[in-house]
């Protein structure tokens, strides 16, 4: 069995964590600090319980005000840095989280660190409760950071923003209204750093979700600028693609599939284990007199425990396939038990996708 995330919090970390806290802060007494860490309920408390049960430690052994502490932790991970600590390291968000707890009401303070921190843990999560409370002012600061010489801290301008980060508080204001954030894509969608051009993906996903439009017009409006900013748009649109947003379909060169046709659709295990998989095998048939383009997908319509079905999309392939040509696939979906989605026995279906459109549906049936 794997190895559970919250266990990243293991006597190896305590030791770096105490051994480097024990340099900067005079006084910091590790038995002290560890016997509050692995207090009764330690055990039974999950990933960000644990996160947050360390930064709320830190603050009692940590001396002075706010600010006197902010530069305890930051001479804390200069000291970790020295020991090999990793950069980027998800286990020491917890200082961000620090942030989040008790900075809130100390804005110039808060937003400095968080441009130190960024560049050694990322503070995407632990900014978003500051563009709440300070909307403009943060909208202003994170302009600022979409043009700073460090990648991290161009990355936070973007990531920090997204409507609907994972993990992390929605922003209500940019769901509704993204057009404060879009000046800050503007000036990273070309950045030399591969994972700010993600990010600004990945921002451009979320806002795709509430205000679709608005990703379709700056589609139009960067594609063709580089390769690069032609893939950060195609990341950008993966939802509306997999939704069958017909003009986003064509703004990639997906189009008609009038001479397109799905052809003996075979289920070849029409009762599935759990444990087992889906095996299923068609011909993709392309009728017309030119290559065409295609983008290929298959739909699992998943039991739920109220008896409907809700669909999944999965890729096959995009590429481009012959004239008066025939292709046999063949596919394997597997129903493992994972965390993420729980299985119910039943009726399950099957659909297959071309450029947007379904045009075949078979059942099948899960069982224990």
Known sequence: MAELLKNIYNQKFFENFTNAFSEVVPGFTKEVFLDQIYDKDWGDKE????????????????????????????????????????????????????????????????INAFEVITQFTSCEFAVRPFIIMYPQKMIDQMLKWSKHKHPSVRRLASEGCRPRLP??????????????????????????????RRSVANNLNDISKDNADIVINLVKKWQGESKETDWLIKHACRTLLKQGNQQVLELFGFGSIEE???????????????????????????????????????????????????????????????????????????????????????????????NGYELEKNDFELVE
């Open 260 to 354: 397109i046709k799905i052809k003996d659709l075979k289920i070849l295990t029409p009762v599935v284990k759990v444990g087992g998989s889906l095996d299923f095998e068609f011909q993709l048939v392309n009728a017309s007199k030119s290559i065409s383009k295609i983008r290929l997908e298959y739909a699992i319509y998943y039991q739920k425990s109220n008896g409907s079905l809700s669909k999944k999309v999965f890729s096959i392939s995009e590429k481009n396939y012959p004239n008066n040509s025939s292709s046999t696939i063949k596919r394997k979906q597997h129903f493992k038990v994972i965390t993420t989605r729980k299985l119910y026995p039943g009726l399950h279906q099957l659909a297959l996708i071309v």
């Open 47 to 110: 990933l960000k319980q644990r996160m947050r049960h360390i930064a709320t430690a830190l603050k009692t052994h940590l001396k002075g005000d706010y600010a006197e502490k902010i530069n305890s932790i930051i001479g804390g991970i200069e000291m970790l840095q020295k020991y090999g600590a990793p950069k980027d390291s998800f286990e020491y968000m917890l200082f961000p989280d620090f942030i989040e707890q008790y900075g809130l009401d100390n804005y110039d303070t808060s």
């Open 167 to 196: 993990w992390a508080i929605a922003i209500p204001a940019f769901k509704e209204n993204p057009s404060p954030i879009l000046p800050i894509l503007e000036n990273l969608r070309n950045d030399n750093s591969e994972s700010v």
